[in-house]
């Protein structure tokens, strides 16, 4: 006899399905849902993943030690850019979906080709269609030269993706036109050589390639980022802060830690107790934290000594909340995945390792509901 779970992270929710596997006859147990944490594909949905296990587990009366097998089914990256209530811009690839609705879009319609940077343009293979990924190292003029010169013969640019505000600049400036979207601040995680669609439609109004009429073999995904009404996200205003210049207060005790927390990373700021990732949340969503780990101030000193199920308090002007720690783990020191806008309630620490400057700790955790 085994028990074995069946784990699939989707877009919104990630959700597990346990069941008793006896003489090849499957009895269904328990599920647990709950919603993905942060971009599926990546290194934070392991909260998700951990939190809808045990959910499914405990309804079943069984423990993570009873477990003969899991099976995860495949987490194809989701990238969010701007996410709004009306989308008037798209850019769908296999399980990508990006949108957003600045004023100013470059261009109408509909184009479906494979991704490639503008500047390898011009030696892509003929035969096929191309979406021009232009980053911000490429200035307006010069990509709507190389846009201009890559269509040729039997290979077509049918539309851009453009990291700066400039859809109106580049497209004032083709030959032919067609639709851009700018202002894509993630342009670097645009999947390359991957069949795609863009669709800008008319300001106001709202696309159908998600159809899959217009782009056939294109999935339809949605992803949401801080400045979507789907994802939680917390802006800092001036009434957040207490008298003596903090935002709140961190408390582990497991580690017999409550430190209090300053906007900012920077030397200064640490100095002073655990500073705030800037790009994060301080309440609702990813709240992303970091400190020393050496020293008088070594805050952090003893974090990935944390146990999963250990507890962490964030105290605010909001309120109280509790996480359970869901992951302890080295990461790469460039790599701030974890830090990514998520739907749900958790909170990210971030500290170096002793003697290895390379790499970094990082520790979630989950809220506790």
């Given at each position: 006899?085994?028990?074995?779970?069946?784990?699939?992270?989707?877009?919104?929710?990630?959700?597990?399905?346990?069941?008793?596997?006896?003489?090849?006859?499957?009895?269904?147990?328990?599920?647990?849902?709950?919603?993905?944490?942060?971009?599926?594909?990546?290194?934070?949905?392991?909260?998700?993943?951990?939190?809808?296990?045990?959910?499914?587990?405990?309804?079943?009366?069984?423990?993570?030690?009873?477990?003969?097998?899991?099976?995860?089914?495949?987490?194809?990256?989701?990238?969010?850019?701007?996410?709004?209530?009306?989308?008037?811009?798209?850019?769908?690839?296999?399980?990508?979906?990006?949108?957003?609705?600045?004023?100013?879009?470059?261009?109408?319609?509909?184009?479906?080709?494979?991704?490639?940077?503008?500047?390898?343009?011009?030696?892509?293979?003929?035969?096929?269609?191309?979406?021009?990924?232009?980053?911000?190292?490429?200035?307006?003029?010069?990509?709507?030269?190389?846009?201009?010169?890559?269509?040729?013969?039997?290979?077509?640019?049918?539309?851009?993706?453009?990291?700066?505000?400039?859809?109106?600049?580049?497209?004032?400036?083709?030959?032919?036109?067609?639709?851009?979207?700018?202002?894509?601040?993630?342009?670097?995680?645009?999947?390359?050589?991957?069949?795609?669609?863009?669709?800008?439609?008319?300001?106001?109004?709202?696309?159908?390639?998600s159809s899959g009429t217009s782009a056939p073999g294109v999935s339809e995904v949605t992803t949401t980022t801080p400045e979507s009404s789907s994802s939680g996200y917390t802006e800092i205003t001036e009434d957040l802060y207490y008298d003596n210049g903090s935002l709140g207060t961190l408390s582990i005790p497991a580690i017999g830690l409550s430190v209090d927390i300053f906007q900012g990373t920077d030397s200064a700021t640490?100095?002073?107790?655990?500073?705030?990732?800037?790009?994060?949340?301080?309440?609702?969503?990813?709240?992303?934290?970091?400190?020393?780990?050496?020293?008088?101030?070594?805050?952090?000193?003893?974090?990935?000594?944390?146990?999963?199920?250990?507890?962490?308090?964030?105290?605010?002007?909001?309120?109280?909340?509790?996480?359970?720690?869901?992951?302890?783990?080295?990461?790469?020191?460039?790599?701030?995945?974890?830090?990514?806008?998520?739907?749900?309630?958790?909170?990210?620490?971030?500290?170096?390792?002793?003697?290895?400057?390379?790499?970094?700790?990082?520790?979630?955790?989950?809220?506790?509901?």
């Amino acid at each position: 006899m085994k028990i074995v779970a069946g784990i699939d992270i989707g877009n919104a929710t990630t959700e597990t399905a346990l069941g008793r596997l006896d003489g090849g006859k499957l009895e269904f147990l328990a599920s647990g849902t709950v919603p993905t944490t942060g971009i599926k594909g990546t290194r934070q949905n392991i909260n998700g993943i951990f939190h809808s296990l045990t959910d499914a587990l405990e309804k079943a009366g069984l423990e993570v030690k009873d477990l003969s097998e899991v099976r995860l089914n495949e987490a194809a990256p989701v990238i969010g850019d701007v996410a709004m209530e009306t989308i008037t811009e798209t850019i769908i690839t296999e399980s990508t979906m990006i949108g957003h609705n600045p004023s100013t879009p470059g261009g109408m319609g509909v184009g479906v080709g494979e991704t490639v940077l503008i500047t390898e343009l011009e030696d892509a293979p003929g035969g096929k269609d191309y979406i021009a990924v232009i980053p911000a190292s490429v200035d307006f003029e010069d990509a709507a030269k190389l846009i201009n010169k890559g269509s040729s013969g039997t290979r077509q640019v049918t539309a851009a993706i453009v990291q700066r505000d400039d859809g109106v600049l580049i497209h004032n400036r083709l030959d032919r036109k067609i639709p851009i979207v700018d202002e894509v601040s993630l342009v670097d995680k645009v999947p390359l050589g991957m069949r795609s669609a863009v669709e800008v439609a008319p300001a106001g109004g709202v696309g159908d390639v998600s159809s899959g009429t217009s782009a056939p073999g294109v999935s339809e995904v949605t992803t949401t980022t801080p400045e979507s009404s789907s994802s939680g996200y917390t802006e800092i205003t001036e009434d957040l802060y207490y008298d003596n210049g903090s935002l709140g207060t961190l408390s582990i005790p497991a580690i017999g830690l409550s430190v209090d927390i300053f906007q900012g990373t920077d030397s200064a700021t640490l100095k002073k107790g655990a500073g705030h990732f800037e790009d994060s949340s301080i309440w609702d969503g990813n709240v992303g934290l970091c400190a020393h780990n050496r020293g008088a101030n070594s805050y952090f000193g003893e974090i990935h000594n944390l146990q999963l199920g250990d507890t962490i308090s964030l105290t605010t002007r909001l309120g109280t909340r509790n996480y359970e720690v869901t992951s302890v783990s080295k990461v790469s020191e460039t790599d701030r995945s974890a830090l990514a806008a998520s739907g749900s309630n958790q909170i990210t620490l971030y500290t170096c390792v002793r003697d290895e400057r390379e790499f970094r700790w990082c520790v979630q955790g989950v809220e506790l509901v």
